[in-house]
């Protein structure tokens, strides 16, 4: 049974980081290409980030510089992170990871999802 189980979310002030963690089981971790994903209310869900297999390449829609994201990988542990710098407002959402055999897949045509993690940055 595949599963993706994110976490550390929570409750931030705008201006901190914030790293979360998707936890992967019951997959070959290091042949899947894994996404970050989130979906404000009432809005579709947004691709993050996405990083591959071999963590030698990631695809982000915002270039740098200015992009506050920063996906990373460990495949020892079967993880991926999500790193957010200078959080904003508009960055509540609940984060999702997802797993893909495609990369760079930008679409939320992904094989794996776990169930999102909710993050809330107050002003």
């Known amino acids: 049974q595949v599963q993706l189980v994110e976490s550390g979310g929570g409750l931030v002030e705008a201006g901190d980081s914030l790293t979360l963690s998707c936890a992967v089981s019951?997959?070959?971790?290091?042949?899947?290409?894994m996404a970050w994903f989130r979906q404000a209310p009432g809005k579709e869900r947004d691709f993050v980030a996405v990083i591959n297999g071999r963590a030698s390449s990631t695809y982000y829609p915002v270039p740098a510089p200015g992009r506050r994201f920063t996906i990373s990988r460990d495949n020892a542990i079967n993880t991926v992170y999500l790193r957010i710098d200078d959080l904003k407002p508009e960055d509540t959402a609940i984060y999702y990871c997802?797993?893909?055999?495609?990369?760079?897949?930008?679409?939320?045509?992904?094989?794996?999802w776990g169930q999102g993690t909710q993050v809330t940055v107050s002003v």
């Open positions: 997802a797993a893909s055999t495609w990369y760079p897949r930008t679409d939320p045509e992904y094989d794996y």
């Open positions: 019951g997959l070959t971790f290091s042949k899947y290409h």
